[in-house]
C-alpha cells in the first residue's frame, strides 16, 4: 500500500511521530508539511536552537521547550486542523509554536497551491496566426 492510497490525517500523523524527536525541547519553531496530490511530500521543522551574544553561543531561548505530553497535544492539533483544509490537494501547511511560560501556544497557515501547467489542452499556450512567423522560433 503506497502513500497515494494512505488517508492524510494517517501521513500527517506519521510525520509528527517522526519529528518528535526534533520536536522535543525545541522552545520556538515552525513545522512544514508540503502536500502534493494529497500526499505528504516533505516535512520538518524550522527552528533556531543557538544564538550568539557578545562572541559567546547560548541557548536561544530561556524556555525550556515543549515537554513530550506537549508534543503529543501539538500532534492532535494538527490531526484536527485537517477538518480546516478545504477543496485543495496541493500546497503547504504550516504550525507556528512556542513556549512560553511553561504553556505552549500554536498558529496554523494553511497555502494552496496551483500550477497552470497542468490545465489541460494549453488554454493560454500562445498561438501564432497562420503564416505569421513564431517570435522565439525565428528570433535571429
Not at 1 to 30: C, K, N, V
Not at 100 to 124: D, L, Q, V
Request: hydrophobic share 40%.
Amino acid at each position: 500500500m503506497g502513500m497515494e492510497s494512505t488517508p492524510l490525517a494517517r501521513q500527517m500523523d506519521y510525520a509528527f511521530r517522526q519529528m518528535e524527536p526534533e520536536l522535543i525541547h525545541a522552545a520556538a519553531g515552525t513545522v512544514i508539511i508540503q502536500i502534493r496530490n494529497d500526499v505528504i511530500g516533505k516535512y520538518g521543522v524550522c527552528h533556531n536552537p543557538i544564538e550568539s551574544r557578545d562572541g559567546s553561543i547560548e541557548s536561544a531561548s530561556a524556555e525550556p521547550g515543549l515537554k513530550a505530553d506537549q508534543v503529543h497535544a501539538f500532534r492532535k492539533l494538527a490531526l484536527d486542523s485537517l477538518n480546516y483544509k478545504r477543496g485543495w490537494t496541493h500546497g503547504e501547511i504550516r504550525f507556528d509554536f512556542s513556549v512560553r511560560k511553561g504553556s505552549w501556544s500554536a498558529g496554523i497557515t494553511f497555502e494552496s497551491n496551483y500550477n497552470m501547467a497542468n490545465i489541460a489542452n494549453g488554454m493560454f499556450r500562445l498561438q501564432p496566426k497562420y503564416g505569421a512567423p513564431h517570435a522565439l522560433r525565428d528570433a535571429p
